[in-house]
DNA sequence: TCAAGGCTTGCACACGAGTGCAACACCCAT
DNA sequence: ATGGGTGTTGCACTCGTGTGCAAGCCTTGA
């Protein structure tokens, strides 16, 4: 339809041509709030639009020293949870107008070359879910200046900004889950890997246990906070074979593995041993497990998470410190006993 | 340590400053090949370091006309096929020194504005595994010059690069094993939303039934392709009571959802009914499943997809049309028949 | 009619980096 | 000693955009 440019992306200089105004009129029709006369920029957006232009982001944020790119540090997204926040949290940037920037990590390993990248492409802010450990990003982020929440590493303290899950009220809701169900000797799965989060979890549970009546007996392990790692827990659980009639899996994958394992040794899920779960993964909810969980609202995480980045940007001095995310029980089969 | 620069960040002048040199020559350090004396290399390597300098990429990009950036367009992330695929293609990008740009989208709607980030960044290219519909994407792509791969997209055919699994060989391979397992009557259950990768194996599916002596006596749908749409399959089928030996769900969420269903009704599977199922997500593989399935290999998926990309960068005119990833049968218990 | 004031507009500079060109230093061979 | 060649370096321009400043226009009031 219109003369189509060659090489090269059409710029302003292309548009103000055509519509005959200088490439100040152009950038000012773009940008909010500028003064330019309506008959004005209506003829440049014709032209604009004629020549299928679009501002440069690039220049413009090199002009402006700020990019609205956020750095999306995530290791692990085959967990589903951090699948579903990485969505969320995705959805919700775009919404504010900021652009994620995905930085995929393993553990560990990866971390320094997201934080470089995240440097060089000056990007405004981070969000850091990943299983590295925080405490290198957070000290180069805050070495340059740039504003960054951690979510679900609480290790940091309040020192950054951090939103996480209410890992105390995560351990006690799965003791008094168990309690409910009339358990006296508990034990405890987890992942063998390091996880503050897991860790907090895990105590908080402990914690609470002598108030309820319960006995904690073993504690029992698998590798990592998935599948595998809860049919590990369970081979381990069946070779020790402890007198106990509940378990707390401190992940929903892991005690879905769990559950599997001990089933297919016949051994009856509640009936024989009730079983809680924390997360509240969309598996646990399939009617072969129907696991009693802790629930880990992702969308109050989300807005919670961009809550406070949105803060420490507009506040360079800002300290949000911890947010912390409710948390609730969700009753389902694995803990009804008859 | 060293003076920390108050406001801003450190320019490349900064380190010339420092180091006593040109900015030229800072400049030319930091790229590949350039000219650079190796006493004065280091004496600016050694300014950079104290300074905590790093190349500004977005000044780089402005400059070379190309950023490196890949518009990543992705729906529905919580299918763990398309999280363990974005995994693995930001893994990818990133080991190939390019930098995925997240472009979550809705069914159809956020598209536009996808492609607008993506054209207002000046992306290098852009990778679209989305269910919006990618006609959009595609015209607007070619009209501008940005090299574009679709994933599981084979509506366009092969006038854009075009990376997907062998759909055909799909819908073979499940005909097959239901064959295999002594199925006489089989039904098909698949989702309703519209979408051309399940329709083509649908089809293939269909067409080598008669071969192999099989006949298709029913087609019950779930609303989207995920474990809900299988449960309301699931009542479909349980509403029809077709006389039914076998069913092949055209994914594997909608096939778990499926069985489940059919199992808390009574329905002993694989004795009763045979299920095969497609993609081979990592719930297939569970215990409380064990679904025989076709295997859509997402690490051979990410390296096509890549490959197309770079050969599209590298050559504007290249048209690396269709590529087609082979997929096989994972045989499980789901129709292991005694 | 003239002056004052408000709205638009264009010029020119800035953001941070890459690079062609010419100047320069240095080394070696003649 | 001199010429030529090689390897470094800095100047100045460029990428596409935003914006302070001053000039220009138009409107309004006296």
Not at 79 to 104: E, K, N, W
Not at 222 to 240: M, S
Not at 295 to 300: F, G, L, T
Request: overall charge neutral; glycine content about 8%.
């Amino acid at each position: 339809m219109s003369a189509e440019k060659p090489r090269g992306a059409v710029t302003a200089s292309d548009v103000a041509q055509l519509a005959g105004v200088s490439r100040s009129a152009v950038s000012r029709t773009f940008t909010e709030g500028a003064s330019v006369a309506p008959e004005t920029r209506e003829r440049v957006m014709q032209a604009a639009r004629d020549l299928g232009y679009r501002v440069n982001f690039l220049a413009r944020s090199l002009k402006e020293q700020r990019t609205r790119l956020i750095g999306l540090v995530v290791s692990d997204m085959d967990h589903s949870l951090r699948a579903h926040l990485v969505d969320s949290l995705g959805r919700a940037l775009v919404a504010a107008d900021y652009r994620p920037f995905l930085l995929p990590t393993s553990r560990g390993e990866d971390t320094r070359r997201a934080i470089d990248m995240m440097l060089h492409y000056n990007v405004s802010g981070a969000i850091v879910t990943s299983d590295a450990s925080p405490q290198a990003i957070a000290a180069e982020c805050a070495r340059h200046d740039v504003p960054l929440v951690l979510v679900n590493k609480a290790e940091m303290g309040g020192r950054v900004a951090n939103v996480t899950q209410d890992t105390e009220a995560a351990g006690r809701l799965a003791a008094e889950a168990l309690a409910e169900a009339g358990c006296r000797r508990v034990v405890l799965a987890r992942q063998r890997l390091p996880s503050y989060t897991i860790d907090l979890r895990c105590d908080a549970f402990a914690a609470h246990l002598p108030r309820l009546g319960l006995k904690l007996v073993a504690t029992v392990e698998g590798e990592a906070q998935n599948y595998a790692g809860g049919q590990e827990a369970g081979a381990a659980f069946l070779a020790r074979r402890p007198e106990a009639d509940g378990v707390y899996c401190a992940n929903d994958f892991l005690a879905l593995g769990f559950m599997d394992h001990l089933r297919r040794r016949g051994v009856s899920i509640p009936d024989e041993l009730a079983i809680v779960g924390c997360d509240d993964i969309a598996e646990a909810g399939w009617d072969a497990y129907d696991l009693t969980t802790v629930r880990q609202p992702v969308e109050a995480l989300t807005q919670a998470t961009l809550q406070a980045l949105l803060t420490c940007i507009a506040d360079r001095n800002a300290r949000p410190g911890l947010t912390t995310i409710g948390v609730d029980l969700v009753r389902r089969n694995s803990t009804a006993r008859s």
